[in-house]
């Protein structure tokens, strides 16, 4: 069956140390999607892109990075940790703009 | 701009009654989508309905229900005789043109049912 597919499931990290979180999808979708969840913000989109070696800034894109080589993988980079990105993080797809979204299971990332 | 609006933060309901999770959405475009998703306690997220801005039409799946009514830009989801396993937290969505039709959430209802 097609997934998706995030890791580490659980981060802990240094404030200033540079984090990657990888995300790999089978379902062949060109649109892939990295989101944030915050008590009391929802998920909140970080970065998106809608196929190779195409990527677009969200509503809180700063201290984040994304790159997209091929179809499966959309990896989440973290520059410089800060304590402000404790968070969890869902990685998504989707066959097209307009259809329903796919989510991994997240991964939770803490900044100390 | 888009914004989704879930007022309901918390909702507690006894086991076999009906309740009813809000959603209102703001829009400028004439086509979009709406979408419900559940995230029960293991944290995943679950797809539940998707709704185009041009079908009215409310939808029936076993339990669950949703009435989407444009003249009040809301989309309100509906289940009935509630189950222990209906306990989520469950979040409304607009995809419209303006943002890409990226997915925009509510903040989320947690719905917690009381055997």
């Known amino acids: 069956d097609a997934e998706i597919t995030q890791s580490p499931r659980h981060k802990i990290t240094e404030t200033g140390r540079q984090v990657t979180l990888a995300c790999h999808q089978t379902?062949?979708?060109?649109?892939m999607f990295w989101y944030r969840q915050d008590l009391g913000h929802g998920l909140r989109l970080i970065h998106y892109?809608?196929?190779?070696?195409?990527?677009n800034k969200g509503e809180v894109s700063d201290g984040y990075s994304v790159s997209r080589s091929n179809t499966e993988d959309l990896p989440l980079t973290l520059e410089s940790a800060a304590s402000s990105q404790t968070s969890v993080y869902f990685c998504?797809?989707?066959?097209?703009?307009?259809?329903?979204?796919?989510f991994g299971q997240g991964t939770r990332l803490t900044v100390v | 701009a888009q914004k989704v609006t879930q007022a309901q933060t918390e909702i507690s309901v006894v086991e076999k009654e009906d309740v009813t999770l809000d959603c209102v959405y703001e829009?400028?475009?004439?086509?979009?989508?709406l979408f419900w998703y559940k995230q029960p306690p293991s944290g995943e997220l679950v797809f539940l309905i998707r709704?185009?801005?041009?079908?009215?039409q409310n939808e029936i799946s076993g339990r669950y229900s949703w009435n989407f009514q444009k003249s009040t830009s809301s989309f309100n989801f509906t289940i009935t005789a509630s189950q222990v396993v209906d306990s989520a937290v469950y979040f409304c969505?607009?995809?419209?043109?303006?943002?890409?039709?990226?997915?925009?959430f509510g903040t989320g209802t947690r719905l917690t049912v009381i055997p």
């Open positions: 892109s809608y196929g190779v070696q195409d990527t």
């Open positions: 829009t400028r475009d004439t086509t979009y989508y």
């Open positions: 969505a607009l995809g419209d043109q303006t943002g890409a039709n990226n997915l925009f």
């Open positions: 709704r185009n801005s041009f079908d009215e």
């Open positions: 379902w062949n979708h060109n649109n």
């Open positions: 998504a797809s989707s066959a097209k703009q307009g259809t329903e979204a796919f």
